[in-house]
Each structure stands twice: as C-alpha cells, then as structure tokens.
C-alpha cells in the first residue's frame, strides 16, 4: 500500500472486523421530524437494531425503508448490507458476499450501490459497485479500481466521492467520461451530502481544534464556500429538505439554518442511557424522519477527543485516559485511540500524539501497533531514541504471524535503519 495512505488506512479500518477490540454495539433509531411555528421537534426516537455495529445508513428513494451496513458476526466478521422496512419494522439482509460492503444507497432502479473491499487489498482493488436488487455484485461504478471510501450520486451524470489520498479530499466524477477531478482536501471520512434543491453537496473540512467547518461545492464550477460551523468536535451532518442543518453530540440532536442561525441550538436531548453518543446522519426524502445512531456505550476516543478540544493538554488527556479505561465506564478500542493519536500527528502535532500513544501502549501492552505509532511520534518529535527504542520494543511484539504482521515488522526495520539504531 501507499504510505500516503497509511493513516487514513488505519482511520477506515476503524469500522474493519479486524479493529474492534470490545464489543460496543452501534445500533439505528428513527425520530420523527415536525415543524411547529417554524421551528423543528424532534419526536421520539424508536430504536431499530439491537446489537452489532449498524452504521451508515441511507432512505430508499419512496421513504419507506433504509438499507445500512451492519457487522452481525462479532468483532471478526464482515459487514454487510442489510435493509429495513419502516412501517413493519422487519429486517433483511440484502448481501452476502465474502467481501465488506460499506456506505450503501438504492437507486431510483432499484439496484444497490456500496463500496465494496477486503481488508488486505483495500485501496487496491473493488470500490464503488452496482449490485442487483438481490445483492448480487454486477460492475463496479469508476473505470477501475480507485481509492474511494465514499460516494453521492449528484445527478444522473455525476457523483461525489471520497478518495483517502494522504487525507480524505473531495471529488467529482464524471460517469460520461470516466474522468475523476479532485476538489477540495482536508474533509472528515463521510459520504458528502446533497445540498436541497442545488447542484452542489457539502462535507466537513476538519480542524486539529475541532473547530471544523461545513463546506460547499457547486458541481458546475468546482466553486467551494463556506457554509457554516460545525458543533464543536463533530463531522456528521444532515440536511431537512427545508434547508435546516441537523448534527448529533453526546446526547443531543441540534439544528441550524444557515441562512438566518448564526448558532447551533439543541431540538432535542435523549435520557436513555444507549443513547449519550448521538450521531446524526440522514433525513427522509420528505423531511419527515430522521435515522441517527449511537453506540451502547462513549468511546474512549470520544472522550479523548472532547476533551483535547476544551483546551485540555494532552498530557492530561492521557492521563484521563489511563483512569477511565479500566472501569468499564467508557468502551475502549486499540483502534479508535491510534486512530486520534494519527490525527494528532497529521495535524503536526507530534509531541501531542505521542502522548496519547504512550497511554495507548500501557491500555493495550502487547500491541506492536501502538509501539510502531509512539515512535512513529517520538521520531516526528526529534526524540530519536526514544523512538528507536519504541521501535525495538514493537519488534518484540509482533508475533510475525500474518503477511500483515510481516510487512509492518519490515516496515518497522526500515524506520530503523532510517535512524541508524538497528
């Protein structure tokens, strides 16, 4: 694989069968949507799954029912797409290939469109594909294959995608021409969203603060424009067909027009305890229901993440990290910490990102990942030793048991060598 395309890997793989560490089911709920006075409520939410990781939801073209990717087999299976009748509430797997599908949509047709891989050629072959109604692969939608994480249909010409280059950047692609053109780079790992009535769709330019930014592409200029900010920290977004913003934080669902808001304002707050880690992600074609997902319990990176962006050193964020991991309070992942530290060290900030690896390599003792990542940050810090040393130590971990374990144990070799201390 590209070393370009490292980081961003590690980021995609987050929703891999091979990532989770714990089990902390992600599941669906459905609130009504109605306007009073102008103003927007949110009803109350009915739940949708019940275990597993259900993610990624989209509407069928009519409304009536969602298709989603969801892991059913435990923390080692593949994802699939399954799909669910709003009215009757039942449930029906829609793929069964030996492949992931991930971020799925029903055309007007009827057929199924979902980015399709396996983690150890991903990147390098599937994508994008067109399935028949019966979840059968037919074609893949790009001239070959290509590095797309996600996709919009914009028209019946167009699509918005999501290429995990270095970081994730915005492109268009031309289905007369086969053309792909890129716009506009750094943007959060989602699929862009279809602005209501315009020919244009937004996505979320990210921020090391998480002061992050809702922007605008015209398709027809390759214009960008500022739309407005996000609530502090997210990347989720979802349009009514109104024109009003919707995004989810810990507990609460908030709204925002454009157009007249210059602030988020909370529509809704949730008790349950399942639900304290909302993430607003799609509206009805109608406007009338909204589909949001939250996990059974906060992730640890969740809480990491909130608290580096309230002005908490990272120094103190480890620290956090290191009481609240072994309570049980919070869901802790291998995956999602490495995940923020990488983030941390993409931003440049590498003295950061060391700190929240050095937590992660005492949560996660045996792991030669989170070795390799803290010298990693050590050496981007000009901590040579220390690095060669963290280096020496992921060496000693890897049990070289998988191709995969082989490359990185080789990969790790190079970086010493790079420094002279091999």
Do not use: C
């Amino acid at each position: 694989m590209n070393r370009a395309l490292a980081s961003v890997t590690l980021l995609f793989l987050t929703t891999a069968p091979a990532a989770a560490q714990e089990a902390n089911p992600v599941d669906l709920y459905v609130s009504d949507l109605r306007w009073r006075g102008g103003r927007l409520e949110v009803g109350e939410p009915a739940r949708l799954t019940r275990g597993g990781r259900n993610t990624q939801p989209s509407f069928t073209p009519d409304g009536r029912a969602i298709v989603f990717s969801g892991q059913r087999g435990g923390p080692t299976s593949q994802t699939d797409v399954y799909r669910i009748d709003l009215a009757t509430g039942a449930e029906t797997q829609v793929t069964r290939t030996p492949e992931n599908e991930n971020s799925p949509t029903v055309e007007p047709g009827g057929e199924l469109l979902a980015v399709r891989w396996k983690p150890e050629t991903l990147f390098r072959e599937y994508g994008p594909w067109v399935y028949g109604p019966d979840g059968v692969p037919r074609r893949g939608l790009l001239p070959g294959p290509d590095t797309v994480g996600y996709y919009a249909r914009i028209d019946r010409n167009t699509f918005a995608l999501m290429r995990p280059m270095s970081r994730f950047r915005v492109a268009l692609f031309d289905v007369r021409t086969g053309q792909t053109r890129d716009v506009e780079s750094p943007a959060a790992p989602l699929p862009p969203q279809r602005v209501p009535g315009a020919r244009a769709v937004t996505f979320t330019r990210t921020d090391s603060s998480g002061h992050n930014r809702i922007r605008r592409v015209d398709v027809a200029t390759d214009r960008v424009t500022d739309v407005a900010p996000t609530v502090l920290g997210r990347t989720s977004h979802a349009w009514t067909p109104r024109g009003t913003l919707l995004m989810g934080k810990g507990n609460t669902i908030y709204a925002l027009d454009p157009a007249r808001d210059a602030v988020w304002r909370p529509v809704r707050s949730f008790a349950g305890p399942e639900l304290q880690n909302v993430t607003a992600y799609v509206v009805s074609p109608r406007g009338d229901r909204l589909v949001f997902y939250s996990s059974a319990r906060v992730p640890l990176e969740v809480v990491m993440r909130d608290s580096l962006q309230a002005g908490r050193s990272a120094a103190e964020v480890a620290a956090l990290a290191r009481r609240l991991a072994p309570g049980g309070s919070v869901a802790v992942a291998e995956a999602g910490v490495l995940a923020l530290g990488g983030d941390w060290l993409a931003w440049g900030k590498a003295a950061e990102a060391a700190e929240i690896f050095g937590a992660a390599t005492e949560l996660f003792p045996r792991s030669f990942r989170a070795q390799t990542r803290l010298g990693d940050a050590l050496r981007a810090a000009g901590e040579r030793e220390r690095a060669a040393a963290a280096y020496r130590r992921a060496l000693e971990l890897n049990p070289r048991g998988t191709e995969d374990e082989r490359a990185a144990a080789t990969e790790v070799e190079r970086r010493l060598d790079e420094l002279g201390a091999r």
